[in-house]
C-alpha cells in the first residue's frame, strides 16, 4: 500500500478510524477501514490521498463526495458488529494495517 502522506498543515489535525466505501459503481463497491484526516473546520475529510466533502443529504446510498473526481462514497464509523456495508455485512472489507489493532480494540470494546 501507497504511503499517502497529508499536507503539512494537517500533520496535528484530528483523526478518526472510520469505514469508507466507494459508491461510484454500484450500492457494493471497495470498502476499507482507515484513518480519516478531518480539516480544522471538519468539513473535510482526507483519506489516503483522497479529499472529501458532504453531499449534505443529496447523495443516493452516499454522504460524502471526493472533491477531484466527484465520486460518492459512504463514510461513517465502523460498527462493533463488523457489518458496515449497507448490502452484504462485512465481506470485502480491508482493514488498514496502520490502524488494525486500535480498530481492534474498538470493535471488542
Do not use: C
Amino acid at each position: 500500500m501507497k504511503d499517502y502522506q497529508l499536507p503539512s498543515e494537517f500533520k496535528l489535525s484530528r483523526s478518526n478510524i472510520l469505514y469508507i466505501e466507494d459508491k461510484s459503481n454500484g450500492v457494493d463497491g471497495e470498502a476499507h477501514v482507515g484513518r480519516v484526516y478531518f480539516s480544522k473546520s471538519g468539513k473535510t475529510l482526507y483519506y489516503r490521498g483522497l479529499r472529501f466533502q458532504s453531499l449534505k443529504g443529496s447523495g443516493f446510498k452516499a454522504n460524502y463526495f471526493e472533491t477531484k473526481s466527484g465520486d460518492h462514497y459512504w463514510i461513517s464509523g465502523p460498527r462493533k458488529d463488523q457489518n458496515n456495508r449497507l448490502y452484504g455485512g462485512n465481506q470485502g472489507v480491508l482493514i488498514d494495517a496502520d490502524v488494525e489493532n486500535e480498530y481492534q480494540q474498538t470493535i471488542n470494546a
